[in-house]
């Protein structure tokens, strides 16, 4: 009587060696999928990163331009256009001053400080209006020190129908 569970060592050895050359073909398969899976996470990682949701839009890309324009020019007629009643400007390096008293910084100050800011990437922006914040890195230049680096954040306001600076937070080392 033949036991059917009892195989021979040749039956015992082709399955395994079948075995181990399905388990060799599979180990290319398997990283050729990761990498694909991994390339496409990365891929819609930057993609939303990229998102054009965060970007400005006309009208904030705008004001952001003449504002900074403005501070670069030591223009304060153009300052005021840019900025609404109760502006406040807050430097982690300065402190906290007020419309009027940046104006006079702005005309009077800046100028003799060959004073310049430069924005060093796009503008991000967050919030659905009337208010939003605005944020981007800058590096600010004088004759008085090496450039500083820092993060601006402004929070625009659309009053009525009109977009204006509500306050300018800047924070550098």
Same mark, same amino acid.
Do not use: C, K
């Given at each position: 009587?033949?036991?059917?569970?009892?195989?021979?060592?040749?039956?015992?050895?082709?399955?395994?060696?079948?075995?181990?050359?399905?388990?060799?073909?599979?180990? /290319?398969?398997?990283? @050729?999928?990761?990498?694909?899976?991994?390339?496409?996470? %990365? =891929?819609?990682? !930057? &993609?939303?990163?990229?998102?054009?949701?965060?970007? /400005?839009?006309?009208? @904030?890309?705008?004001?952001?331009?003449?504002?900074?324009? %403005? =501070?670069?020019? !030591? &223009?304060?007629?153009?300052?005021?256009?840019?900025?609404?009643?109760?502006?406040?400007?807050?430097?982690?390096?300065?402190?906290?001053?007020?419309?009027?008293?940046?104006?006079?910084?702005?005309?009077?100050?800046?100028?003799?400080?060959?004073?310049?800011?430069?924005?060093?990437?796009?503008?991000?922006?967050?919030?659905?209006?009337?208010?939003?914040?605005?944020?981007?890195?800058?590096?600010?230049?004088?004759?008085?020190?090496?450039?500083?680096?820092?993060?601006?954040?402004?929070?625009?306001?659309?009053?009525?129908?009109?977009?204006?600076?509500?306050?300018?937070?800047?924070?550098?080392?």
């Amino acid at each position: 009587m033949t036991n059917v569970i009892d195989r021979s060592e040749s039956d015992t050895d082709s399955g395994q060696e079948t075995s181990g050359r399905r388990s060799q073909s599979l180990r /290319p398969a398997v990283a @050729i999928l990761t990498i694909l899976v991994l390339g496409l996470g %990365a =891929w819609i990682i !930057y &993609d939303y990163i990229q998102d054009t949701a965060f970007a /400005p839009n006309a009208e @904030i890309a705008q004001l952001v331009e003449e504002y900074t324009d %403005a =501070w670069n020019n !030591y &223009d304060g007629e153009a300052f005021l256009a840019t900025t609404r009643e109760g502006y406040t400007f807050t430097s982690s390096l300065a402190g906290v001053f007020d419309r009027t008293e940046q104006l006079a910084v702005i005309e009077e100050m800046l100028p003799s400080y060959e004073w310049e800011v430069q924005a060093l990437d796009e503008p991000t922006v967050v919030g659905t209006g009337p208010w939003w914040y605005v944020s981007f890195p800058v590096r600010i230049s004088s004759n008085l020190s090496d450039s500083i680096d820092g993060i601006t954040v402004l929070t625009v306001v659309d009053f009525d129908g009109e977009y204006l600076v509500a306050s300018h937070a800047f924070d550098g080392r």
